[in-house]
T-cell receptor
């Protein structure tokens, strides 16, 4: 069973730039969620994708956008980067069948630093 | 939305027991999760409670009281590798996203 993989693992950008983060979901999982985790904080929900459509969004501005592809992989795009966007970005996949609890399986994350 | 509270830090001795409390407020409860996160790593699933009571899984147990909006994670026979952040998370009814607390950093000392 292949776990959740994310790329890149680390990256540095400057204010105003744009970034794309990528995620491959765990085998058999059709739902992908993105979370932002600032240092010393718990993960904060950005949005979730199910069957290639956004299916819920947290309190993040429109410059945070995403995509899900037919193979259930996903991208997170952030435009006009700000210093406060520096964080660990976590991708999590889950299944939606009745046999599971809906627990999230997290990738190792992409650590973004904005200078 | 949810308001999830858990202590910031706890310290315990190797071989001891530690209990991490979590209180929450939610409009429609549909499950409580505990995750373990080592520094610089991804959160990993520990336990899930949706009904009142105690769920035991080896050295780790988790308890839920829905009427009190309260859960705890019990770590027994502490080992050095248990030093990590422990995240309490709640899921709303009809929703698949999790709302996380800020995490409790547990330090295990020899």
């Amino acid at each position: 069973e292949t776990g959740v993989t994310q790329s890149p693992t680390h990256l540095i950008k400057t204010r105003g730039q744009q970034v794309t983060l990528r995620c491959s979901s765990q085998s058999g999982h059709n739902t992908v969620s993105w979370y932002q985790q600032a240092l010393g904080q718990g993960p904060q929900f950005i949005f979730q994708y199910y069957r290639e459509e956004e299916n819920g969004r947290g309190n993040f501005p429109p410059r945070f956008s995403g995509l899900q592809f037919p193979n259930y992989s996903s991208e997170l795009n952030v435009n006009a980067l700000e210093l406060d966007d520096s964080a660990l970005y976590l991708c999590a996949s889950s299944g939606r069948d009745r046999e599971n609890t809906g627990e999230l399986f997290f990738g190792e994350g992409s650590r973004l630093t904005v200078l | 939305g949810q308001n999830i509270d858990q202590p910031t830090e706890m310290t315990a001795t190797e071989g001891a027991i530690v209990q991490i409390n979590c209180t929450y407020q939610t409009s429609g409860f549909n499950g409580l999760f505990w995750y373990q996160q080592h520094a610089g790593e991804a959160p990993t699933f520990l336990s899930y409670n949706v009904l009142d009571g105690l769920e035991e899984k080896g050295r780790f147990s988790s308890f839920l009281s829905r009427s009190k909006g309260y859960s705890y994670l019990l770590l027994k026979e502490l080992q050095m590798k248990d030093s990590a952040s422990y995240l309490c998370a709640v899921r709303d009814r009809g929703d698949y996203k999790l709302s996380f607390g800020a995490g409790t950093t547990v330090t295990v000392r020899a």
